[in-house]
């Protein structure tokens, strides 16, 4: 394992039953990287997490975080880890300033005033019971127990699914701050691709248990690209694109998003079929949606966050 890899995954299999979630996995994760973890529900993100937290044991492969096995971390590399998972189960009976108090308490290096700040700053109620908090409340909260010892790895699964556009906005702030250290490694998945889009510089996208993605956001954003295709006569209905996630033809028209439009491949249409080529940037919300070809991807525009 190198030593500026937080993470690494290697032939990562994981079976419930008869059924297999996770299929040959193959992973690394850099220090100070940020990566989104993309899929459609059931593709197996929240299974591939809590693998590498050592919350799942795995059917088949190797994992290692700072160098250990997952498994049988040592409790000085636990301390270097935040995780926020889909499931919050906190501490009813105790008062929201008391939590942070006690959690605190596990960490030598907690950085009370920080968490202090980020209750502030959330506007949690500090003197109310856990217990009658909102969803959303207790995910801010969960958000503050994770974040107050500064983690070298931060793990977060949906971490935003319960917040008001104000109340995610502020956090997607705060895990800014945190990404300008470099020594912090983050990974998160959501559903909600403009996040990613904010805050992640890399990408990784599961489809049935498989990684169908794995690079930069930049390289994926400039590669991917929606071709509009007008030709001089009519296009064959058999017309295709090499390589081709997606094609639409009527008449004379054609929509074809490619994952690489180079010049090489835009010239070839146009001189094959006499025809004009119109080349689209496309946001992170289509390229996802052009990735899963069981969704209607060619007419999806961006969805607009506040």
């Given at each position: 394992?190198?030593?500026?890899?937080?993470?690494?995954?290697?032939?990562?299999?994981?079976?419930?039953?008869?059924?297999?979630?996770?299929?040959?996995?193959?992973?690394?994760?850099?220090?100070?990287?940020?990566?989104?973890?993309?899929?459609?529900?059931?593709?197996?993100?929240s299974t591939l997490l809590k693998c590498v937290?050592?919350?799942?044991?795995?059917?088949?492969?190797?994992?290692?975080?700072?160098?250990?096995?997952?498994?049988?971390?040592?409790?000085?590399?636990?301390?270097?880890?935040?995780?926020?998972?889909?499931?919050?189960?906190?501490?009813?009976?105790?008062?929201?300033?008391?939590?942070?108090?006690?959690?605190?308490?596990?960490?030598?290096?907690?950085?009370?005033?920080?968490?202090?700040?980020?209750?502030?700053?959330?506007?949690?109620?500090?003197?109310?019971?856990?217990?009658?908090?909102?969803?959303?409340?207790?995910?801010?909260?969960?958000?503050?127990?994770?974040?107050?010892?500064?983690?070298?790895?931060?793990?977060?699964?949906?971490?935003?699914?319960?917040?008001?556009?104000?109340?995610?906005?502020?956090?997607?702030?705060?895990?800014?701050?945190?990404?300008?250290?470099?020594?912090?490694?983050?990974?998160?998945?959501?559903?909600?691709?403009?996040?990613?889009?904010?805050?992640?510089d890399r990408v990784v996208f599961l489809r049935?248990?498989?990684?169908?993605?794995?690079?930069?956001?930049?390289?994926?954003?400039?590669?991917?690209?929606?071709?509009?295709?007008?030709?001089?006569?009519?296009?064959?209905?058999?017309?295709?694109?090499?390589?081709?996630?997606?094609?639409?033809?009527?008449?004379?028209?054609?929509?074809?998003?490619?994952?690489?439009?180079?010049?090489?491949?835009?010239?070839?249409?146009?001189?094959?079929?006499?025809?004009?080529?119109?080349?689209?940037?496309?946001?992170?919300?289509?390229?996802?949606?052009?990735?899963?070809?069981?969704?209607?991807?060619?007419?999806?525009?961006?969805?607009?966050?506040?």
């Amino acid at each position: 394992m190198s030593c500026d890899e937080v993470v690494r995954v290697s032939g990562l299999c994981k079976s419930f039953d008869t059924k297999q979630v996770l299929k040959q996995i193959d992973l690394r994760i850099p220090e100070g990287a940020v990566v989104g973890l993309l899929g459609k529900n059931g593709a197996g993100k929240s299974t591939l997490l809590k693998c590498v937290l050592g919350l799942l044991k795995p059917t088949s492969g190797e994992i290692r975080v700072f160098g250990e096995d997952p498994w049988h971390l040592s409790s000085a590399s636990k301390a270097r880890i935040g995780y926020v998972g889909q499931d919050i189960s906190l501490y009813p009976w105790m008062r929201v300033r008391s939590v942070v108090d006690y959690v605190g308490s596990f960490y030598e290096n907690w950085n009370s005033e920080f968490a202090h700040d980020l209750l502030r700053r959330w506007d949690l109620p500090v003197d109310e019971r856990v217990g009658p908090l909102s969803q959303g409340q207790q995910q801010k909260l969960a958000l503050v127990l994770a974040l107050g010892h500064e983690p070298q790895l931060l793990v977060l699964d949906e971490p935003v699914a319960a917040l008001d556009p104000s109340a995610r906005r502020d956090f997607l702030r705060t895990l800014l701050d945190i990404a300008h250290d470099k020594h912090r490694s983050i990974v998160f998945s959501t559903h909600i691709t403009s996040d990613v889009e904010r805050v992640a510089d890399r990408v990784v996208f599961l489809r049935d248990g498989r990684i169908a993605y794995d690079d930069s956001l930049d390289n994926l954003k400039d590669g991917v690209k929606r071709l509009r295709i007008t030709a001089h006569d009519d296009l064959p209905s058999g017309f295709a694109v090499p390589h081709a996630l997606r094609t639409e033809v009527n008449g004379r028209h054609a929509l074809v998003a490619v994952p690489d439009a180079s010049d090489s491949v835009i010239e070839d249409l146009q001189t094959r079929w006499d025809a004009t080529v119109q080349v689209e940037d496309l946001s992170l919300e289509e390229i996802f949606l052009e990735l899963h070809p069981s969704e209607p991807a060619l007419a999806t525009t961006a969805r607009t966050e506040p």
